[in-house]
């Protein structure tokens, strides 16, 4: 009963700061009133134009056809195109084609694969891809290879891949290889939480450790040692299926949460 109700005080302490960041954050940004009935593409748009005008920033004159399938190319599958597609792509006179492209690019197998090797990169470190980290035993890290890729090609929803790479748990609503996020990083609980800030609250959090965050208002170093104690009950653990966060009834709270020592 105990350990339930400090996992449900750390789920709360870690959603209030979540909030209480967005919020902080959100009061230093140009507010934008998106008209009901804007695509998404339109609403991005116009935060990026509020952003330029806000900043004093003339945005690039439109580039010439050669020029785009060029960097649509490199952006969304990881190459340039080859001779007979750039010739294809700058020959067409349709109004529409360069979103027929992106929506073609989006389609194929080398866009899934492309974004899941920067996403490898984004989420687990340089160094970790280049060396291939291995798990204990038998295992590596090819099911989180494969997770990526098969979340991309399938247009998972970032929320669910937080939850898949947060929770790293066997379930319906979860694909437990990406608990890969929590087990490469070796039961270093400090680590997991200066990955999960940037990751998923897109604030960096590792300055916070010491002292509350000098550039942040919003970070205490309370909360830094909060997230800490919130994943500091899971431990990796090889098991026949592959690798596992498991979670302990009791974990380290006393370590972390009282700061003032009392």
Excluded at 29 to 37: D, I, L, M, S
Excluded at 68 to 90: C, M
């Amino acid at each position: 009963m105990i350990s339930r109700f400090r996992s449900f005080a750390c789920c709360c302490a870690l959603i209030t700061w979540v909030a209480v960041a967005t919020e902080a954050y959100s009061q230093d940004r140009t507010r934008v009133v998106v008209p009901e009935g804007s695509s998404p593409a339109q609403a991005i748009d116009m935060f990026v134009a509020a952003g330029w005008q806000a900043n004093g920033i003339a945005a690039s004159p439109r580039c010439d056809d050669a020029t785009f399938v060029r960097r649509i190319y490199l952006d969304l599958i990881g190459r340039i195109p080859t001779v007979e597609e750039a010739s294809q792509f700058t020959s067409a006179e349709n109004s529409g084609k360069r979103d027929a492209l992106v929506n073609e690019l989006l389609g194929r197998p080398e866009y899934a694969r492309h974004m899941a090797e920067l996403f490898d990169v984004m989420l687990l470190g340089r160094e970790s891809a280049r060396s291939g980290r291995r798990g204990r035993g038998r295992f590596d890290r090819s099911d989180w290879r494969a997770y990526l890729n098969e979340a991309f090609a399938a247009n998972r929803p970032w929320n669910q891949m937080a939850r898949d790479m947060t929770l790293a748990r066997d379930a319906e609503d979860t694909d437990v290889r990406g608990g890969w996020f929590l087990y490469e990083r070796r039961d270093d609980h400090q680590a997991i939480a200066e990955a999960v800030g940037p990751a998923f609250f897109g604030i960096r959090v590792e300055c916070a450790q010491c002292h509350d965050h000098p550039l942040a208002s919003e970070i205490l170093q309370s909360h830094y040692w909060g997230l800490v104690a919130f994943f500091n009950r899971g431990k990796n653990q090889d098991t026949e299926r592959g690798p596992r966060v498991t979670e302990s009834a009791l974990g380290g709270f006393q370590k972390y949460t009282d700061l003032a020592g009392d």
